[in-house]
């Protein structure tokens, strides 16, 4: 897949997700070093990071140099049933991704950076998450 990429120009993502080969960055960084092909890059979900109560700030020092695509999403989360946990707008939930997308900034990140939202609410999410972005960084 990596070889007909390059046939392409375009990259191949490997999403960091938990219960996945790739569960945690170091497991990541690992399946690019054995597939050993310049294509294949990560995805950083710091949402699904935390999930293992792993934190997006150290994981992404690890990965940084690898990553070409950011899922960006909050929740509040339920570590005693998944099933309870609430999604938010970014900047509503567990995670400090203020905190983040200003290390993202001073790293000069120039890769992508989605907004991941399931479910009937997703689109309000995604609504209220690019309201609350426009309102820290545009000052």
């Known amino acids: 897949a ?19 080969y790739a569960d945690t960055p170091e497991a990541a960084l690992t399946f690019l070093k054995d597939v ?7 995805i950083f979900d710091g949402s699904n990071l935390h999930v293992n109560r792993i ?3 150290p994981a992404l020092e690890k990965t940084f140099h690898t990553n070409s695509h950011i899922h960006l999403k909050n ?26 997308l200003k290390e ?3 790293r000069q990140y120039d890769g992508f950076v989605s907004l991941e939202y399931f479910g009937e609410h997703a689109f309000t ?4 998450s690019l309201r609350e972005y426009t309102s820290v960084f545009s000052r």
């Open 2 to 20: 990596a070889q007909m990429a390059d046939g392409y120009e375009v990259n191949i993502g490997l999403e960091i997700h938990y219960d996945t």
């Open 36 to 42: 050993g092909h310049p294509r294949l890059r990560t």
């Open 55 to 57: 934190d997006q700030l």
């Open 75 to 100: 929740y509040r989360w339920n570590f005693d049933n998944w099933y309870l946990s609430e999604p938010t707008p970014i900047f509503q939930g567990d995670l400090d991704q203020k905190a983040f």
């Open 104 to 106: 993202l900034m001073n």
């Open 125 to 128: 999410h995604i609504k209220e």
